[in-house]
Nanobody, 124 residues
Framework: EVQLVESGGGLVQAGGSLRLSCAAY????????IGWFRQAPGKEREGVSC????????IYRDFVKGRFTISRDKDKNTVYLQMNSLKPDDTAVYYC?????????????????WGRGAQVTVSS
């Protein structure tokens, strides 16, 4: 059974840091791009970052660039999202997802497996 399990969410003050983990079970990250998305209350789900399986290249939305870092550990079959300098606007449920394609995209359509999400709350 294919599963993605997020962990590492929580409550943090503005300016603080959290590291989200996305562990994959039942398949390998080697052939699929992995994306992080988030959804705040009353807002649509939006792409945050992605790491390509092809060459490990990464992309970031402007609103997290310089603050968030995506990485992967192939041995652990896990992808991470290090989040620094957190802001109240970063409050959302964060989801990891695996794409059917090796290259990155912020379009959710190519992503076929999704985790259940991890709540991140940033207080002011």
């Amino acid at each position: 059974e294919v599963q993605l399990v997020e962990s590492g969410g929580g409550l943090v003050q503005a300016g603080g840091s959290l590291r989200l983990s996305c562990a994959a079970y039942g398949f390998s990250f080697d052939d699929n791009a992995i994306g992080w998305f988030r959804q705040a209350p009353g807002k649509e789900r939006e792409g945050v970052s992605c790491i390509s399986s092809r060459d490990g290249s990464t992309i970031y939305r402007d609103f997290v660039k310089g603050r968030f870092t995506i990485s992967r550990d192939k041995d652990k079959n896990t992808v991470y999202l290090q989040m620094n300098s957190l802001k109240p606007d970063d409050t959302a449920v964060y989801y990891c997802a695996t794409s059917i394609l090796p290259q990155c995209s912020y379009d959710p359509l190519p992503y076929d497996y999704w985790g259940r999400g991890a709540q991140v709350t940033v207080s002011s």
